[in-house]
């Protein structure tokens, strides 16, 4: 084995929303919390539920059904929330993202990742690296940072960073 694959993480996240299984590799992952109250932000996009505190710290939050077009649902106790990191030109932002239930860490090598059938997939391919078959189910594998393409960002870093410039100048 040389050095370089030896250096290269293979461990993601899985997760599900409805009956679908995705995973976010484990570098882009900060933390998982338990559902907590949202502070809606006003004329924000659907997605985007709102803001919470971490750590006194803005989190944005945005609800992973929407964002990937499926219905909304009730939350159960296994709804949680998964902190991201996301690059956005070569800028570190977090996000929260609402999925309905963690499932594991798991291992998945390079390749065991296969693409996307280019055919019925409800699915934006950029958001997606590839599929991995796991024990008996598949994984889609996703591309955070794709996942929140730049107008997401903006839009989300726009809705609660204003309250926070006016906080910075007042002090």
Do not use: W
């Not at 996240?13 to 299984?21: A, H, V, Y």
């Not at 109250?37 to 992973?64: M, S």
């Amino acid at each position: 084995m040389d050095k370089d694959n030896k250096n290269q993480i293979k461990s993601y996240l899985t997760f599900k929303l409805g009956t679908e299984e995705f995973a976010a590799h484990v570098s882009k992952v900060l933390n998982i919390l338990e559902m907590t109250p949202i502070t809606k932000v006003p004329k924000a996009p659907e997605y985007l539920k709102g803001v919470i505190n971490l750590r006194g710290a803005v989190l944005p939050v945005i609800d992973a059904r929407i964002k990937f077009g499926m219905p909304e649902a009730e939350y159960t106790n296994n709804t949680c929330i998964i902190v991201l990191d996301i690059d956005v030109d070569g800028e570190s932002v977090h996000v929260g993202a609402i999925v309905d239930s963690v499932q594991a860490v798991v291992e998945i090598d390079n390749s065991q990742i296969m693409p996307l059938p280019t055919i019925g997939s409800r699915y934006k391919s950029e958001f997606i690296i590839g599929m991995a078959k796991i024990d008996d189910r598949f994984v889609i594998i996703l591309n955070m940072d794709a996942v929140f393409s730049t107008d997401d960002i903006t839009q989300i870093v726009d809705a609660d960073s204003l309250e926070d410039a006016e906080t910075e100048n007042n002090e």
